[in-house]
Nanobody
């Protein structure tokens, strides 16, 4: 079992930045690829970014490429999502997820554990 707790969400103006964190506990963090997803109001949950368990491979949705950066610190059992140049359309609940696999991507059923989410609101 893995517990995931997101933090770092909040209210920010368009053009601003936030850094989300996801702290993991339970099983060996470095055994899991990690991902970030988001659900905007009235929309389905969608893929944002993923990182392999080594940290060497990353993936991004086209909508965030060049603005968001995913990283992980296996010594701290934490994955991060640095979000820059935020837009109102980035407003969503952001979820982190863990996949017991060397790498994972946009397919949600690849992920075995999910956090409760953290709200990000970008005002125009």
């Amino acid at each position: 079992q893995v517990q995931l707790v997101e933090s770092g969400g909040g209210l920010v103006q368009a053009g601003g930045s936030l850094r989300l964190s996801c702290a993991a506990s339970g099983r060996t963090f470095s055994s899991f690829a990690m991902g970030w997803f988001r659900r905007a109001p009235g929309k389905e949950r969608e893929f944002v970014s993923a990182i392999s368990r080594s940290g060497y491979n990353t993936r991004y949705a086209d909508s965030v490429k060049g603005r968001f950066t995913i990283s992980r610190d296996n010594a701290k059992n934490t994955v991060y999502l640095q979000m820059n140049t935020l837009k109102p359309e980035d407003t969503a609940v952001y979820y982190c997820a863990a996949a017991y696999s060397p790498a994972a991507g946009w397919v949600q059923y690849e992920y075995d554990y999910w956090g409760q989410g953290t709200q990000v609101t970008v005002s125009s």
